[in-house]
């Protein structure tokens, strides 16, 4: 395949209707390619030995649990086929890329990153913090609110930064960054996460690489943090908050139908 992350269907879809507009889940019942794509990635899940991640689905593994939305694409390339793509939310198995997947819009991660280094320095500062704090604290007050205000700012600088660069594009090739998307739906920031969730990830890969949107969907796997919200294997909406401007730029110049 010309695109490596395009993944063709192993069930034949002959008899499936091909979506004439781009549906979004919106009332939990996914399209039948969406069921397909999302059967053959869980499928892939159980079976796969590349990385080890604990969704918590091992009775007598319980450390470090960490359940996990996944999102299928399904997609028509420039030959006409029909396949899809697939992304997870965040991290898996603590890095950003895997081959089944496709990347982050963003990778936080690389190696000697602004980010990385960035977390370094700010290290650097926290250290000096609890040193004066644990010689002296009254004696070394002026300079530990120095130090302090030092810290706020520079954590503030990198989340600009790297907020600066999460550039999100459409079909209309237009790009904007996170911090313009936010701004333009009356956020005063963007959330934290913003355009690590699935769909996001996925639709910035198939307009890169030419690939027609046609149907996507998001499942959990794994077990649920503190609340009973997310279940195994249930199909959830993009969340609203983190997904839904983004969406608005994303999908511009593209109709929509939701089911």
């Not at 892939?44 to 590349?50: E, F, N, P, S, V």
């Not at 991660?109 to 644990?134: C, D, H, P, R, Y």
């Not at 237009?174 to 005063?188: F, G, L, M, P, R």
């Not at 699935?198 to 198939?206: C, D, F, M």
């Amino acid at each position: 395949m010309k695109n490596s992350f395009f993944i063709p269907f192993k069930n034949n879809i002959a008899t499936i209707d091909i979506p004439n507009k781009f549906i979004l889940l919106l009332q939990n019942k996914p399209h039948a390619l969406c069921l397909l794509a999302a059967e053959q990635l869980q499928n892939y899940l159980i079976h796969q030995t590349d990385w080890e991640h604990n969704f918590g689905l091992n009775p007598n593994n319980t450390e470090n649990i960490i359940g996990k939305m996944f999102g299928v694409l399904v997609v028509k390339n420039e030959q006409n086929q029909i396949g899809f793509l697939a992304a997870f939310s965040g991290k898996l198995a603590n890095t950003n890329n895997h081959p089944y997947f496709v990347p982050p819009v963003f990778d936080s991660l690389t190696k000697n990153s602004f980010l990385n280094q960035g977390m370094e320095q700010l290290a650097v500062i926290i250290n000096e913090i609890n040193v004066l704090e644990n010689e002296d604290l009254l004696e070394n007050k002026k300079t530990i609110d120095l130090l302090k205000t030092k810290r706020k700012n520079h954590s503030q600088n990198l989340q600009e930064e790297l907020f600066n660069n999460y550039l999100f594009v459409n079909k209309l090739s237009e790009s904007k960054n996170a911090h313009q998307i936010y701004s333009d739906a009356n956020y005063k920031y963007p959330p934290a996460g913003a355009g690590e969730c699935a769909t996001p990830k996925l639709l910035q890969h198939a307009f890169k690489h030419g690939l027609q949107p046609l149907a996507v969907a998001e499942f959990w796997w794994g077990q649920s943090p503190k609340s009973n919200y997310w279940k195994h294997k249930h199909y959830y909406a993009c969340c609203k908050e983190k997904c839904e401007p983004i969406l608005a730029h994303m999908l511009k110049g593209i109709e929509c139908e939701y089911q």
